[in-house]
């Protein structure tokens, strides 16, 4: 850059001084031969007047030569008188013995151009004579429009030539002069207009390696001043929105890291772009792992493949619900979409949603509701059959209608106890339930519970010992505590023996009261432990049912206890009875 | 009014298995109650019953699987004719009972006069394929 800049400057010095010179040594060099060309004619045309014309007719040598000898010194230029054959009569240069020795000059050109055409005859020759380079006129001389003889007049051109070359050495050395100041400038020059480019060029280079702190420092009014403007402005336009774009980045990873929803990108060869942190959990890969595997490499799962398969090959989204086996029993609800660009399927996003806990939920309630149909359809047929049956004449049958009847008394009370336990679990689980809470002394509530359940106590012949310290109090809904008692001694008395005995006592617990109803009957075997509090859960169904219990007891408990912020629990061994406990805050 | 069709009711509520039995008795049937789904099964490959009044949610083996042990064995209580007793109630259940081989299906609470009835039609087409076997 530098160099061609500096070579152009050389080439334009070159060429416009090249051709200066050429024009005006040309010139010059013309304009001085005219010069003396025109003042040796009219020299010419006064020494024609002194030569007499009788002297030249009659051929008068001395006379003649006398005249030209004398003139020549004065006017520094060679004289020579040629007669009209050629011949040559006088010259100042020489002897008149020698001039007629002399060769006959018709043949030169300026002679013949003077003899033959009447005019002045003009030559520049090299003079074989004197050995330079000589200008030479020609006039011939006249009598009465009869040519006589020629005047010549030569002059030695050394001096003209001298002066030129002179010219020429000035030219010459002012063209090497300004050829030394043309490199010298052009070298400030270019170095002055390229020292801003390299810096741009390096700033520029930063930028490309997306490093914008960079900023170029020229405040010229010129093309680089705004060169430089453009591209401060261009680095601060991109960094700003680099700057936009890294955010929006950061805002989608984030919400692609935190999303519950497993999200899996994969290019259109079905090859790993990107899972987020969800689809790590649920199928035990790693990202890391992952990206740049096929999807049936990274997750081994056949179905899942096959959605994206069909999706790449289609370009239509699709939903599937696919159940996962391993690494644990899960329902996903597969979402996956095709990703277009230009119109052509480029990859494919796929939303992996767990249901699982939608799915249980929806299954408890369906089941939920199917044991409510059949816990309320159980009762109700045995009432219609055995008023059917004692209307169609078994009210004459003494031996049963009593027994039909207890029996319809029995299922209509188990029917009314039924639904008031739906309806206070139905109560419970709405959302505005509002407690009550007020210090309740839990001693007193047991013992008023206890009361109620009197009669049936003393017919079992239980013992209940009340151990709770008279000053206990908790923050609770006393009606609702009320319940939890009653669920319990009411369980602790159905499945205890004879003579069996129900304790009811406390301890301090995580800062919290830990109520604790302990009876000696019959246990819970272990495997149905985890069960108990479901509701319409029954260890044996029939026993359960015989003695009046709805299944819903204890999951009323557990709301209760929960509402209370507080949490249930059993510990029990088949045969050797059951510690039923809960928490409450002081 | 003694007849000789016997009747098995397999219910695990003894208050309707009761109800069944005593209707069924006082019509003259011979019947037998069981409440749990091995005793009933049990009580299938050793005797034959004419008629299996089944209910569906039982301790043990269910209805579905008592239904279709009664069709698919080779002990004597092939061909008994099995009315279901359920509060299953669902078109599905009803089509699950039928496919496993129930031949009719009493959603509860049912009618008791109409469960007879039931019966009584079941024995007489049964005693009329008797009568025409033995011609």
Do not use: W
């Not at chain 1, 420092?217 to 453009?230: A, P, Q, R």
């Amino acid at each position: 850059m530098k160099l061609k800049l500096i070579l152009l400057y050389v080439f334009v010095i070159l060429i416009s001084f090249g051709l200066t010179s050429f024009f005006l040594d040309k010139n010059l060099e013309e304009n001085s031969l005219s010069n003396i060309q025109s003042s040796l004619i009219s020299e010419a045309y006064l020494i024609e007047n002194q030569i007499s014309v009788e002297s030249l007719k009659r051929g008068d040598v001395f006379s003649l030569d006398a005249l030209v000898k004398i003139l020549s010194p004065k006017i520094k230029s060679r004289i020579t008188i040629i007669d009209k054959g050629g011949k040559v009569l006088a010259d100042s240069e020489r002897s008149p013995q020698d001039t007629l020795k002399m060769e006959n000059h018709f043949s030169r050109p300026e002679i013949n151009t003077a003899l033959a055409g009447g005019k002045i005859g003009i030559d520049t020759r090299f003079s074989r004579t004197l050995g330079i380079d000589m200008l030479y006129i020609a006039l011939p001389i006249k009598d009465n429009n009869q040519p006589l003889g020629v005047l010549r007049l030569a002059l030695p051109l050394g001096d003209v030539q001298k002066t030129l070359s002179t010219i020429r050495k000035i030219v010459f050395l002012g063209l090497l002069l300004a050829l030394g100041f043309a490199f010298v400038l052009g070298y400030i020059v270019t170095t002055r207009i390229t020292r801003p480019i390299n810096r741009i060029i390096q700033v520029s280079r930063k930028f490309s390696e997306g490093d914008f702190t960079h900023r170029i420092i020229n405040h010229s009014k010129d093309e680089i001043g705004e060169l430089s403007f453009t591209l401060n402005k261009m680095a601060q336009d991109l960094e700003d929105k680099i700057r936009e774009i890294r955010q929006q980045n950061q805002e989608l990873s984030a919400i692609f890291n935190s999303m519950i929803e497993g999200i899996i990108v994969v290019d259109k060869t079905s090859r790993i772009v990107s899972v987020n942190p969800a689809i790590e959990k649920i199928f035990g890969i790693l990202n890391a792992d992952a990206q740049g595997k096929t999807f049936l490499e990274a997750v081994r799962n056949n179905e899942i493949s096959e959605i994206i398969n069909n999706v790449l090959t289609q370009g239509k989204s699709l939903s599937v619900e696919v159940t996962l086996v391993l690494p644990g029993h899960r329902i996903f609800e597969v979402n996956a979409v095709p990703i277009f660009e230009n119109d052509s399927v480029n990859g494919c996003l796929v939303v992996i949603h767990d249901i699982t806990e939608i799915r249980r939920l929806e299954t408890i309630r369906r089941d939920f509701v199917a044991n409510v149909s059949h816990e309320l359809k159980t009762p109700l047929t045995s009432i219609k059959g055995f008023v059917e049956t004692l209307l169609e004449g078994a009210l004459d049958d003494k031996e049963n209608n009593r027994n039909f009847l207890k029996i319809i008394q029995n299922h209509a009370e188990r029917l009314n106890s039924l639904v008031n336990d739906l309806l206070s679990l139905s109560y419970l689980e709405s959302k505005n339930i509002s407690l009550e809470i007020n210090d309740v002394n839990l001693s007193r509530v047991a013992d008023e519970v206890i009361l109620g359940f009197g009669s049936q106590l003393r017919k079992k012949r239980i013992e209940v010992v009340n151990g709770l310290a008279p000053d206990i109090l908790v923050k609770a809904d006393e009606e609702r505590i009320k319940q939890v008692f009653t669920n319990l001694i009411d369980n602790a008395l159905k499945f205890n023996r004879e003579k069996g005995a129900i304790k009811i006592y406390s301890e301090e617990f995580n800062g919290k009261i830990r109520v604790i109803v302990e009876d000696s009957g019959i246990g819970i075997p272990e495997k149905d432990i985890p069960r108990i509090f479901e509701r319409f859960y029954r260890v044996d169904k029939a026993r359960s049912r015989e003695l009046g219990g709805t299944g819903l007891g204890l999951s009323i408990v557990k709301h209760i206890v929960e509402l209370h912020g507080g949490m249930v629990g059993v510990e029990s061994s088949e045969g050797s009875g059951s510690r039923f406990f809960f928490t409450l805050l002081k | 009014m003694k007849n000789s069709t016997k009747v098995i009711i397999i219910e695990d509520d003894k208050d309707i298995s009761s109800l069944i039995a005593y209707n069924l008795r006082k019509a003259g049937y011979s019947v037998e109650q069981v409440f749990d789904g091995y005793a009933a099964a049990k009580e299938l490959r050793s005797a034959y019953f004419n008629i299996a009044i089944v209910d569906i949610m039982l301790p043990g083996l269910n209805g579905f699987d008592i239904c279709s042990q009664i069709k698919n064995s080779d002990n004597p209580s092939r061909g008994t004719f099995v009315i279901v007793v359920s509060a299953k109630t669902s078109p599905q259940d009803k089509l699950y009972a039928h496919i496993m081989g129930a031949d009719c299906y009493f959603a509860k609470p049912f009618s008791v006069a109409i469960l007879l009835d039931a019966v009584n039609e079941v024995r007489d087409m049964q005693n009329r394929e008797f009568i025409i076997n033995q011609k």
